[in-house]
């Protein structure tokens, strides 16, 4: 097969251009690295996460959202905890309902359910199974991500994130039909279930059910949609590691537009850098500090500058080198 066939995926409504990733061979090394710089976004097949173990969270995570509204409050809360429409703080909201947890390794009850859901032994086992089987998917994919840059050693990029204090995150989210939509003409079917954003973390792992909405947006500005596939994974490239790659690998912007007939589910895990962790591009993909578009932060100084923004905002746009910016206009 050449690198080219595996790169498109035929679907039902024609060809997707979704680059498709076997994680099992190591030659998918440079399709790999070229879907990060083209797309900033993949999915991967030949993962080795368990589909029991997908199944029996799914389960778990539809039936607490078919809780009472009542019951689910009872649990909502900020950074963690359970959430309905509004999506941060800072005014945006979406046609969606979500948990949210601290998927942080050094945490003691890892992962973090809030309140009352501490005491929902197969959902607190089925979130520590999937979150640590998906951990070290994301580590694989990151070693094969080095291999294709050629930078060693191939731990370069996954020990940032399997270091213990790893600030990561687990997100819960369920789109509910919706009912602004014309089931019959699909009139209105522009409703924002998550508004476009990129993530903030090093790589996002998304698997949903087979509802599609989620869109990614293109290098030429277009929206396409991302065909669900509920026993694959997304990997999407986030803020922090478009700079530790110096912008070679894009944080892509994505979406999800609500639907009038199916709910659609997904679980996405947000890898992240621990606190204290300064990130910068990596030395051995520039040739000397000059070559720096972004002014190095921790990771909490970037939480702390996105805590204040809007989901669509550009949140590296205050780390961007002022210089390079200024001689990247002049040229
Ligand atoms: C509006 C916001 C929600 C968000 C925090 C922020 O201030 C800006 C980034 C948003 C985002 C997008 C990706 C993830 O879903 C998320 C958990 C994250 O780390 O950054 C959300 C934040 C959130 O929902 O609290
Ligand atoms: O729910 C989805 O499919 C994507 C949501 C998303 O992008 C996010 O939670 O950051
Ligand atoms: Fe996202």
Redo the contacts with the bound molecule.
């Keep these: 097969m050449t690198v080219l066939s595996k790169l498109v995926e035929k679907t039902e409504s024609g060809f997707s251009p979704i680059p498709v990733i076997d994680i099992s061979d190591p030659e998918s090394k440079h399709a790999l690295v070229k879907a990060c710089e083209d797309f900033g976004f993949f999915k991967v097949i030949n993962h080795g996460v368990s589909s029991e173990l997908v199944s029996v969270l799914e389960h778990e995570a539809v039936e607490f959202f078919s809780l009472p509204a009542s019951e689910k409050t009872q649990v909502a809360g ?2 963690f905890g359970y ?1 309905n429409r509004e ?4 005014g ?1 909201v979406g046609w969606v309902e ?1 948990l ?1 947890m601290n998927a942080n390794l050094d945490f003691g009850s890892h992962p973090f359910l809030p309140g009352l859901l501490q005491n929902q032994e197969i959902f607190r086992n089925a979130l520590l199974e999937y979150t640590t089987s998906v951990r070290k998917m994301t580590c694989d994919v990151l070693d094969l991500m080095t291999d294709g840059l050629g930078i060693k050693p191939r731990n370069t990029l996954s020990k940032l994130v399997s270091d213990k204090n790893t600030d990561s ?1 687990f ?1 819960l989210n369920h789109y509910p039909p919706c009912p602004l939509i014309n089931k019959n003409t699909n009139d209105g079917n522009n409703v924002i279930g ?1 508004g476009e ?5 090093i790589i ?1 792992v998304l698997r949903s059910n087979n509802t599609s909405g989620l869109q990614i947006n293109l290098a030429d500005g277009s929206w396409i949609s991302v065909p669900s596939d509920p026993s694959s994974f997304f990997f999407n490239v986030s803020d922090s590691l478009q700079v530790l790659t110096n912008g070679r690998f894009k944080s892509v912007k994505h979406r999800v537009l609500a639907n009038s007939r199916k709910s659609r589910v997904s679980m ?1 895990y ?1 890898a ?1 850098p621990s606190l204290t962790q300064r990130i910068a591009p990596l030395t051995c993909l520039i040739d000397n500090e000059d070559e720096s578009l972004y002014e190095e932060f921790t990771w909490s100084e970037y939480k702390k500058s ?6 669509s ?1 550009n ?1 590296l746009q205050a780390f961007e080198r002022k210089a390079v910016a200024i001689s990247l206009n002049d040229s």
């Excluded at 999506?87 to 800072?90: Q, S, V």
């Excluded at 954003?197 to 973390?201: G, L």
């Excluded at 996105?306 to 989901?311: D, F, I, M, V």
């Design positions: 900020y950074p959430g999506i941060g703080r800072n945006d979500y949210l995150i997100r998550f954003h990129t993530d903030p973390q996002s996405i947000f992240g996105a805590n204040n923004s809007r989901l905002d949140r």
